[in-house]
DNA sequence: TTTCGTCCTTGAAACGATTCATGGCCACTC
DNA sequence: GAGTGGCCATGAATCGTTTCAAGGACGAAA
């Protein structure tokens, strides 16, 4: 049998399925491509070689040659974060249909990281990339996109020119906690956040902010922001705690926590120290995990479509990969949903 | 510039940049694979040629011609479930530094699906796969590997002849949780356990039963075992009103849950019943997810080596790769550890 | 000056599939 | 019987890279 040097048997080719089959190459081409073109008793001939030899396309040949492939890579910032991981879903979800596959993998937030993947992506040659992008890597991505790989941006809600995107309103999302809370009777609101540098941050305040202007209040006034380093259970306990030493006549009666573990700490927080929820201490979170109606004390939290939003990044790149003309860019904003469950309203 | 029919730029080949740097592609070959071979001078006009043309290699007639590729294709149960993601991080960290790549997917426990995955791995002529088997598939598995692809499972403890497999003791586990409730005094264990179509179901009842008979019980008097479809909150909290429902005097007083989300639901029950935990009902659940620690009473859970058993996969198959006759096979079974919380020890 | 030897560079062959112009064969029509 | 057209099969050219035998240039030694 015929060897590749290393004593492993050679695949076998297209060529060996010929010879087997005593046609051309180009008539197995035919039967893996275009079999309708290609009479009855030819065509079985030929299938019976390839079941014999147990040929398998090579698809680095096809591709060389085609010039194209079915695969699609994405970036995510964090592989190990239930958001990215339905994102995941939902674009596989999408793909599978067309018979596209999906190159996963998680940048951790290091640009480094995840200019290595784009260039390994651009090698095989993917019809297109999904990226979350890390803070200043906008420029290697848009370098990708002018020579002519396709590329979608996933979660970002930043504004730039002539690329597509997919986001959800995080302005919108916080807004819709706090009118809950306002309109649940609270007037004075803690709002447990993150730094500056993490744009959800940022957005999640603006609509606070917004939400208690629109409402005829002074945010000044009913509003008392803590801020945490990292978006984790112990920094959310932590935050609490000082909410809670505050006198008891001007303790926050609420608390919007920026994201769902933020949201985990507090309630501890609060389970330790007594305080009855939603009585003493309404509490909403933000991403609305899995595991958030499964706590004992089930957490309001603001959900967002994140199949939706890896369905829809993958249906644009999709649609701009089978574009002939120059692509028309396409900027999509999900709307996030409040779900109320005991912790604020038990 | 050359087009390609579409009206996009063609991608500049090493042809381009030989032509540029006035050369021959042989000599852009040896700068891009073996730098030293080249003069600094030629060296430097061919790096500059390469910028200032963006050449990116092309991966498929890279592998054409090598004949290798340096990626691996995983497959997993659920790329939405905890574990698995921090498996797949364990996989990545070993790839990394080798410069191997990983393609992700999810079987969602379809053997259909899991054998369209395993094609087209083969197809892109992967290194090697890591899997974990659904029902039924390992036929597809062994042949797969009897055409020379490197097959290691992922999380498997069965022992099966002449493949590589990596697993954690499930019955070493459940016998750690038992062990840790009998040491703490209980007499009456509640055991919450799925179908047995589960192999983990399977392997943890055994090792409860184990740990029982090791330490002079008798499995019939001391346990009461209560059967779930699913591994959820829901069933969970179904199951411990069940356990509720016995009459105080014979009612268990710690329970082991299957898994942690299952536990999760327990204690939402018992929250809601008013069963102080521990105190009242100690709680054991297993696979430490991240929440665990996190919740209101930080769970005693049975903790495994996720991380670990992703690198150690995939450092198998590398070794395997590397070796040049036929491979020899091992299958490693790592240890699981008892993460004592307050759920069982207050 | 000639002869080596060293060090770079060259250019064609090869990888395995797809494509497409070419031509053979056959049936049918006039 | 010649002409026409439809249907299949053929096989060489092609994609972009790596590899390697062969050749060229140059300096050192005799």
Redesign the pocket.
């Given at each position: 049998m015929a060897t590749?040097g290393n004593g492993r048997p050679?695949?076998?080719?297209?060529?060996?399925?010929?010879r087997r089959a005593?046609?051309?190459?180009?008539?197995?081409?035919?039967v893996?491509?275009?079999p309708?073109?290609?009479?009855p008793?030819?065509?079985e001939r030929v299938q019976a070689a390839i079941e014999e030899l147990n040929?398998?396309?090579?698809a680095?040949?096809?591709q060389?040659?085609?010039?194209t492939i079915r695969t699609v890579g994405a970036i995510v910032l964090d592989i190990a974060n239930p958001f990215f991981t339905e994102v995941a879903r939902g674009i596989e979800d999408r793909l599978a249909p067309d018979e596209y596959t999906l190159m996963l993998s998680s940048s951790d937030q290091d640009p480094e990281r995840e200019a290595r993947y784009l260039r390994l992506y651009e090698e095989h040659g993917v019809q297109g990339v999904l990226v979350t992008p890390s803070q200043g890597s906008l420029e290697t991505i848009l370098a990708l996109r002018d020579r002519g790989i396709g590329v979608v941006l996933l979660d970002a809600t930043t504004e730039v020119e002539d690329v597509s995107s997919v986001g959800v309103d995080d302005v919108r999302g916080a807004a819709l906690a706090v009118e809950h809370l306002l309109d649940l009777g609270h007037e004075r609101i803690a709002f447990i956040n993150g730094p500056d540098s993490i744009r959800q941050c940022v957005d999640r305040r603006a609509g606070v902010v917004a939400a208690l202007v629109a409402a005829g209040r002074d945010p000044g006034a009913v509003l008392t922001e803590v801020t945490v380093a990292s978006l984790n259970a112990d920094a959310g306990e932590k935050a609490m705690h000082e909410l809670l030493a505050i006198d008891a006549s001007r303790r926050p009666t609420a608390t919007f926590c920026v994201n769902d573990f933020t949201a985990l700490g507090a309630l501890r927080a609060l389970r330790w120290a007594d305080v009855r929820v939603p009585d003493a201490m309404a509490v909403v979170g933000y991403d609305d995990v899995a595991i958030a109606p499964m706590l004992t004390v089930p957490l309001t939290s603001v959900h967002q479509p994140t199949h939706t939003l890896g369905w829809t990044a993958a249906d644009l790149l999709l649609r701009e990969a089978g574009a002939d003309g120059p692509a028309e860019h396409q900027r999509v904003l999900f709307q996030p949903e409040l779900v109320v469950r005991t912790s604020t309203a038990g």
């Open positions: 590749r050679r695949r076998p080719s297209i060529t060996d399925v010929a005593g046609v051309s190459v180009g008539t197995v081409s035919n893996l491509n275009r309708d073109q290609v009479t008793a030819t065509r040929f398998v396309r090579n680095s040949a096809r060389l040659r085609a010039g």
